[in-house]
Nanobody, 124 residues
């Protein structure tokens, strides 16, 4: 079992930045792809970014390309999501998830373990 805990959410003005962190316990994350997803009120959960277990491959939703950067530290057992140039439409609960797979899938069904989420609110 892998337990995931997100942190770093908060309230920020449009154009600002936040750095989310996903910390794992129970097992090492080094054999898992990790994805970040988000869910806004009244909307379905959507893929934001993902990183392969080596960190050599990344995948981003078109809506965040060039603004968000995903990275991982397998020694610290953490994955980060640096979010820059935030927009009000980025407001959502952000979740990290882990999948024991070599690719970086965008579909939530591939991911076996999920955190509880952290709220990100971007004011205009």
């Amino acid at each position: 079992q892998v337990q995931l805990v997100e942190s770093g959410g908060g309230l920020v003005q449009a154009g600002g930045s936040l750095r989310l962190s996903c910390a794992a316990s129970g097992r090492t994350l080094s054999s898992y792809a990790v994805g970040w997803f988000r869910q806004a009120p009244g909307k379905e959960r959507e893929f934001v970014a993902g990183i392969s277990w080596t960190g050599g491959r990344t995948n981003y939703a078109d809506s965040v390309k060039g603004r968000f950067t995903i990275s991982r530290d397998n020694v610290k057992n953490t994955v980060a999501l640096q979010m820059n140039s935030l927009k009000p439409e980025d407001t959502a609960v952000y979740y990290c998830a882990a999948a024991q797979i070599t690719s970086v899938p965008g579909g939530s069904s591939w991911y076996d373990y999920w955190g509880q989420g952290t709220q990100v609110t971007v004011s205009s």
